[in-house]
């Protein structure tokens, strides 16, 4: 027999304990630690980009917990859902002319100054009654070309998913980040910044002395490839202002810096859970998989692995 990808998905899923597959909810909180996920909305064509079509996959993972995509939650409102830059694994800007991005740009600003806001409701019950919470809601960047309508528009939707932070890329703007804590600070939302491979331990000095609302979205394999370091020592240092992490396993860049499978990178995943647990920090890690998928392998076989990893190491 040929095996297609949806075969294998279907196996994967399969694979999974049968309790986790029967309950009623899922529970992803192992330990004390509540585990989330944030899957890219382009990378994994077995998984769903709609908000409410991704959410099947959550709770057959047993995944309690989601960093909820503005991309997912805006088609599921209604946006204009042509393909966006900004992604990983989405198109390079490069094979979109000025045109066209101008003109999606514009029909995407119209469309959040007039959003439906129960849209967004809607989808945190949908998530709720599934036992699935949003604690997050992710852009794609924040940018000085963004109205303080916008910006209103961003913090509603988070509050209107239930999130309690929305995170986006560290910007070098501290004009910027200044901007944004006003927001942040109004709505109550924390902001937290992420990271790639630009940062080291005092990347987001400026960006917190500047306002309490101002966090950290850290993500530990990204900042070991930088630092060729154990990302341990920054979280202890600056865990009151993490307001979540992301989880996978890179090498140290001086070691070449690559994703991945989780235990084989020089990334500590295990020592980081176990502080986490330990210090009773009360942010959400997330896991991000981002290794390339082994041959007949699928996403969801990946990421079930990646969550029995963390079910193992906070046991």
Known sequence: MTYTRRHIAKLALAALPLSRLS????????????????????????IPVAADKVLNNLVQLGISAFEMQDLRAEIYAGAPSQVRTGYSGSPSAAKITPEERRKFADDLKQWRLSAPFDKFRALRQLY??????????RLANVSKLFSDAEYDYFFKAAQALGANQITAELPESLELTKRVSEFAAQYKIRMGYHNHTQVNSHSWDATLAQSPWNGINFDVGHYAAAVSESPVPFIRAHHDRIT????????????????????????????ILKLVQKEHYPFPASIEFE?????SSTASLEIARCLKFCREALS
């Open 23 to 46: 309950a009623a909810k899922p529970d992803s909180r192992y330990g004390g630690v509540q585990i989330g996920i944030i899957i890219s909305p382009y990378n994994f064509p077995e």
């Open 128 to 137: 709720n009654d599934a036992g699935v919470s949003i604690y997050a809601f």
């Open 244 to 271: 979540s992490l992301h989880l996978k396993d890179r090498k140290y860049g001086t070691h070449g810096g690559e994703n991945m499978p989780w235990g084989e990178g020089d990334t500590p995943l295990k020592e």
């Open 291 to 295: 290794y390339p998928i082994p041959p």
